[in-house]
């Protein structure tokens, strides 16, 4: 055992804010991501799988969940300084108007059976906490900042670093401890390092005026530094410690991550550990499918004794989308029967980067099945969006682009996922540019602060684009190649398209000021159609936006205007008005891009196979007002 470390003490150490400090009313972080179970189950793996070690060896994930109670618990309680520190504490938090939940944890510690339920989380073949507390590292990333990530490179998949936050927001004392086994020994040999930080709100404790600022590290001091650091506990006292928390690991390089007081900060129950595993089991096959079919990640889940391995195979709701993405590549560009599995090209134009460099555009690849009756419908007509970290960032709900029984299940594999062998550098810089379009939550792309930092104008639009191409492509794979039984006679396809596409203003200022798409098509005697409309300038005191459905003769001249029976848009701050057998949308000023949909009043089979129309259009007539935007 290492003498050395024993000689220091082992304890909580807090910092003096002094009385002109700021004062810290909780974890800023808690408030950026969602609380639930996906989310967290989510940004802990994508967390894990950005740390691989790169040996082409999967990397392991296990989930263990464990009710500690009795003498486990008492032991657990003692080895974490329960009562020479963390008690008094929460305690003194939970009696301030910030401590409702901390209030909750201390009080299932004192119930006349007391129970504690905790989550670790254990991943293998990763990097573990390599690094110094002064340096920028994955230690430093995860021990000591807020808002600052470590990744290896710039295909991971967080950029923000506020995944790690979920490991705190989850936790009922906000208190996680973290073993690990470094993939390279450290400066003085080690291997073995353990540290728990918990993040509580300011506080002071009773009889003394000192308001600490709230962090705190369960680790050894070394009161010699004039500025005294946390320092983490090594070797075999390190392996000690862990072993009476119950957060000891194998010697494979990687990180153990304990959650003290596991608990849904989103849920007014407690679930049983037995209905949790599952959600944690459902939740790594919903999002992570595409990393486990590559062998980039395998995921358990432990609840007591028994073991459940994620096996995408296994999980009905995500097959269909194994199978797209599978046989993305085998020649077909048209969905005949169900089952079938077809895919096509998406080009994508990248910006120039910040500093004038220019970025190599490429594909990205899109690949449809079409749905059958003994599909599972959780996720029918969607589009599991993912580049190369392997994570589903989105499914794209694209229902309307659906129509009679032309269900799917659609894939669109962006970077290093678009490929099956080596990527290409624009896979490479896709990747880059995809990752800087997630927000924190990292749930869509779409414009975002570190986008405009790293690249020049252009990069919205290519984002616009993008989607835009989807719906396209996605027209273009499921529509019909041959006669069925809800088609229209085909006399009546030549003229009235069921996949009519929206154009923009004629007005050419108009066309410069909006992103504009659209759909529209017949079902049932009457026309439906959907589209989004979205002002390219971000500082306008608000917009309007006229939907209309019009007859246009063989000629090209206008016969006439189908009238509009309604329309739903789907944010708020938007007033839908009719005019004439239109709709208006008149937005305020906060509004950006509207998604809408709709469809026209009854319309009689004479009227509408009347020979002289060409085609039916949907129109959308926008104006921007510039200037004195909220």
Not at 97 to 117: A, C, I, M, N, V
Not at 271 to 286: F, H, I, M
Not at 492 to 499: E, N, Q, R, S, Y
Request: some cysteine.
């Amino acid at each position: 055992m290492n003498t050395e470390n024993l000689a220091q003490e082992v304890g909580w150490h807090f910092y003096d804010g002094g009385q002109s400090a700021p004062r810290f009313g909780g974890d800023p972080t808690k408030h950026a991501v969602d609380h639930n179970t996906e989310s967290f189950v989510r940004e802990v793996l994508q967390n894990a799988n950005d740390q691989a070690l790169p040996n082409d060896m999967p990397v392991e994930v296990t989930f263990r969940l464990v009710e500690l109670s009795g003498g486990e618990l008492r032991e657990f309680l003692e080895a974490i300084g329960w009562e020479s520190e963390l008690r008094e504490r929460i305690g003194a938090v939970a009696e301030s108007d910030r401590g409702r939940g901390f209030k909750q944890f201390q009080e299932t510690l004192e119930d006349e059976e007391p129970s504690l339920r905790v989550l670790v989380v254990e991943d293998k073949n990763t990097t573990g906490l390599t690094g110094s507390w002064s340096e920028d590292s994955n230690y430093a990333a995860l021990v000591r900042d807020e808002l600052y990530s470590q990744k290896q490179d710039e295909t991971a998949g967080g950029s923000y670093g506020l995944g790690k936050s979920v490991l705190w927001t989850f936790s009922g004392a906000s208190t996680v401890v973290f073993n690990s086994y470094l993939s390279e020994p450290s400066d003085r040999g080690d291997r073995r390092r353990l540290i728990a930080r918990t993040k509580l709100p300011t506080h002071s404790l009773s009889g003394d005026d000192t308001e600490y600022q709230g962090a705190g590290w369960l680790c050894t001091i070394d009161d010699t530094e004039e500025d005294p650091k946390p320092r983490s506990l090594w070797g075999a006292t390190a392996e000690s410690l862990a072993e009476r928390l119950g957060v000891d690991r194998p010697s494979t390089p990687g990180t153990s991550a304990m959650v003290v007081g596991f608990r849904d900060p989103a849920r007014d129950h407690t679930p049983s550990l037995e209905s949790l595993g599952r959600e944690l089991v459902d939740a790594a096959a919903k999002y992570f499918w595409p990393a486990m079919y590559r062998d980039d990640l395998e995921v358990n889940v432990q609840v007591g004794s028994e073991t459940t391995e994620v096996d995408v195979d296994d999980h009905s709701a995500v097959q269909p989308f194994v199978d797209a993405y599978a046989n993305r590549y085998n020649g077909e560009t048209r969905l005949e029967t169900p089952g079938d599995v077809a895919g096509r090209d998406i080009e994508v134009d990248l910006p120039k980067k910040d500093d004038g460099t220019e970025s190599e555009s490429g594909p990205v690849r899109l690949a449809a099945r079409l749905a059958s009756p003994i599909d599972d419908p959780t996720l029918r007509n969607h589009v599991a969006m993912f580049r190369g970290a392997g994570m589903v960032v989105k499914y794209y709900d694209q229902s309307r682009v659906s129509f009679g029984d032309r269900n799917f299940f659609g894939v669109l594999a962006a970077g290093t996922a678009r490929s099956t062998g080596a990527p290409r550098k624009s896979d490479d810089e896709i990747d880059r540019f995809l990752r800087f379009a997630e927000p924190p939550e990292h749930d869509e792309w779409r414009s975002t602060e570190n986008l405009k930092q790293q690249y020049m104008q252009g990069y919205r639009k290519a984002i616009v684009n993008l989607e835009a191409d989807i719906r396209e492509e996605l027209r273009n794979l499921v529509s019909r190649s041959g006669r069925g039984e809800r088609d229209l006679p085909e006399n009546v396809l030549k003229k009235f398209p069921i996949h009519g596409q929206g154009r923009r203003s004629s007005s050419p200022a108009n066309s410069q000021s909006f992103e504009l798409d659209g759909t529209a098509f017949f079902e049932r005697n009457r026309w439906r159609f959907s589209g989004s409309v979205e002002p390219e300038a971000d500082d306008h005191s608000g917009w309007t936006a006229e939907v209309s459905l019009t007859g246009v003769g063989e000629d090209g001249t206008k016969y006439r205007q189908v009238p509009i029976d309604s329309v739903n848009v789907d944010v708020e701050g938007v007033d839908v008005v009719e005019e004439d057998g239109a709709m208006v949308l008149r937005a305020s000023p906060s509004v950006g891009r509207v998604e809408f949909q709709g469809e026209s009043r009854l319309i009689g089979h004479v009227d509408f196979f009347d020979g002289s129309v060409g085609e039916t259009r949907l129109e959308v007539d926008a104006e921007v007002r510039l200037g004195g935007g909220d």
